[in-house]
Nanobody
Framework: QVQLAESGGGLVQAGGSLRLSCAAS????????MGWYRQAPGKQRDLVAT???????NYADSVKGRFTISRDNAKNTVYLQMNSLKPEDTAVYYC?????????????????WGQGTQVTVSP
């Protein structure tokens, strides 16, 4: 099992910045892609950004140019630097990780979610 622990959420005024962190722990063998998703009240959970183990990134159009995802593979940690925040960025932000575990029957891939951290941007 792999556990993901997010931190860094909070309340910020529009135009401000926040940095989210997500640290993976537990029985880690190989973490593949990691990412951030968000869910606003009454809406579905949407992709914010992802990053592969090699550092390739992908962003939702709504955050391009404002958010930056990065990771420290040695620490099994992914970050999300959020700048120029807007009220519409208000949501619970969830960390996600793909993990490969070797077994006697071959590699098994699992997907894990963190508990989420609240980001609130006031006008």
């Amino acid at each position: 099992q792999v556990q993901l622990a997010e931190s860094g959420g909070g309340l910020v005024q529009a135009g401000g910045s926040l940095r989210l962190s997500c640290a993976a722990s537990g029985s880690i063998f190989k973490i593949n892609a990691m990412g951030w998703y968000r869910q606003a009240p009454g809406k579905q959970r949407d992709l914010v950004a992802t990053i592969t183990s090699g550092g390739s990134t992908n962003y939702a159009d709504s955050v391009k140019g404002r958010f930056t995802i990065s990771r420290d593979n040695a620490k099994n940690t992914v970050y999300l630097q959020m700048n120029s925040l807007k009220p519409e960025d208000t949501a619970v932000y969830y960390c996600n990780a793909d993990h490969t575990q070797p077994t006697l029957w071959g590699p098994v891939q699992n997907n894990y979610w963190g508990q989420g951290t609240q980001v609130t941007v006031s006008p």
